[in-house]
């Protein structure tokens, strides 16, 4: 068994979930950011950009895209993804807090609510300041997160998937913390492979998120230097968000 503690890492069987999981093209924010980058003629980087759910298809609709992530087993499934179709974009491992490049971009984009992973405010606050260093002035930033009402438990997490070999693919996940003055969730997954009835593999992986009210969010890319911010709920730009909201995704720019 794999006992790495390292919090969001994403291994090799949770990598492979996620693709069977979230299908490229699929899920509902890829076709909200394709809309919102067509005709976008500048440079995008996708920080956390996983196996390339979003950066694959940004690529394929002409954009320039860059992406890093802290997960090598991430990846290697985004370069022999984005390799199968034709692609060979910049990626690199770098992390959130010390990701750094030579240029700047005219735009970040975060999507999937991959922004809550930095679990601390005071290094969110730091990674904000950081998007804004690697923007061009006028340049745009946007990202997905999930609210403060995914502080409540909703009950354990168990699932399970066929993967493309016949394995199948277990996930097993139990909330161990919430801590509501922070806003921060701890939460415990076991990923398990099973083949021919027998356990061959299993991996342990702590996961923690922070969560975002919508006015705190706001306030906080205005204190890291952003104007003209916007906010869409639920992937929907025709109305202003709705108390249920899942998903809210902020557009702001570089002063």
Known sequence: MHTNTTTNRYG??????????????????????????????????????????????????????????PSREMLERCRALCAERGYAPDLSDQSFEDFRYDHPFDAILVPAGSFTLIDRFETAMAVLRRFRNHLVVGGVVILDIQPVRFLDPTGDDRRQWTAANG??????????A??????????????ERWRDNRLVEAQLEPMSQRYWGLEEFALALGAAGFCEIKVAGDY????????????LTFEATRD
């Open 236 to 247: 929907d730009r025709s109305r202003a968000p709705r108390p249920r909201a899942r998903t």
């Open 167 to 176: 394995d199948l693919l277990t996930i097993e996940g139990e909330r161990v």
């Open 12 to 69: 090799s069987i949770a990598a492979e979930i996620y693709d069977i999981d979230k299908p490229i093209g699929a899920m509902p924010d890829t076709a909200f950011h394709l809309e919102r980058f067509a005709g976008f003629d500048g440079c995008i980087l996708e920080p956390a950009c996983g196996s390339g759910r979003t950066l694959l298809p940004l690529l394929e609709a002409g954009c320039d895209v860059t992406g890093f992530d």
């Open 178 to 191: 919430t801590d509501w003055l922070a806003q921060r969730v701890e939460n415990r997954y076991r990923y």
